[in-house]
């Protein structure tokens, strides 16, 4: 059985830098083809992919949030982890982990972790 | 960038009556290994969403058969035979053929 659970902060302030981490069981990220991603979900709007790490240590970034994002794997620890910089207000988001095989993406989803980006 | 549209984006719907939502992509979605990366999930009120169908037309595990999808290159949609109340909540088509992408959202009340 898969499940994913994601972890971090509640609160951010403005510029401040986002850790958010995944951890999963149920599958291994060294097994071809499997991957992790994580989207995003503002109150009340629509969902919005973010980022995808395979377990070949492929990376795959949204083209506007590219520069901004970067996503690690650390498969000893069956974990995903997402950093995001300079967080803004419009960054305040319900942000999920979900796991991916190959290409059919998002199959199981975590409970997703609120965050509130405020001064 | 490959943009979905979706439509409509609002749905009232009659219990038992039929639902269906279109998506649109704005660049064909068949991969070069021959398939089409285009999947449906479900939103139910303070959930996580849920993936209801893989691949245009697949259905995941535990999906009920009222739900169907279909179609092929940029036109796509998403059938519900006879809408129950626990179908309520947003619908979302998604395309993994050309990076991730997802379309607007619909949502699905019953009248």
């Known amino acids: 059985q898969i499940t994913l659970k994601e972890s971090g902060p509640t609160l951010v302030k403005p510029t401040q830098t986002l850790t958010l981490t995944c951890t999963f069981s149920?599958?291994?990220?060294?097994?071809?083809?499997?991957?992790v991603g994580w989207i995003r979900q503002p109150p009340g709007k629509a969902l919005e992919w973010l980022a995808l790490?395979?377990?070949?240590?492929?990376?795959r970034y949204s083209p506007s949030l590219k520069s901004r994002l970067t996503i690690t794997k650390d498969t000893s620890k069956n974990q995903v982890v997402l950093t995001m910089t300079n967080m803004d207000p419009v960054d305040t988001a319900t942000y999920y982990c979900?796991?991916?095989?190959?290409?059919?993406?998002?199959?199981?989803w975590g409970q997703g972790t609120m965050v509130t980006v405020s001064s | 960038d490959v943009v979905m549209t979706q439509s409509p984006l609002s749905l009232p719907v009659t219990l038992g009556q039929p639902a269906s939502i279109s998506c649109r992509s704005s660049?064909?979605?068949?991969?070069?290994?021959?398939?089409?990366?285009l999947n449906w999930f479900q939103q139910r009120p303070g959930q996580s969403p849920r993936r209801l169908i893989y691949?245009?037309?697949n259905r995941d595990s535990g999906v009920p058969d009222r739900f169907s999808g279909s179609g092929s290159g940029t036109d796509f949609t998403l059938k519900i035979s006879r809408v129950e109340a626990e179908d309520v909540g947003v619908y979302y088509c998604?395309?993994?053929?050309?990076?991730?992408?997802f379309g607007q959202g619909t949502k699905l009340e019953i009248k």
């Open positions: 998604m395309q993994g053929t050309r990076s991730v992408t």
């Open positions: 790490i395979y377990w070949n240590d492929d990376k």
């Open positions: 691949k245009v037309s």
């Open positions: 660049q064909s979605l068949v991969h070069s290994d021959g398939n089409t990366y």
């Open positions: 979900a796991h991916v095989m190959y290409l059919d993406a998002f199959d199981i």
């Open positions: 149920g599958f291994s990220l060294s097994t071809s083809g499997v991957g």
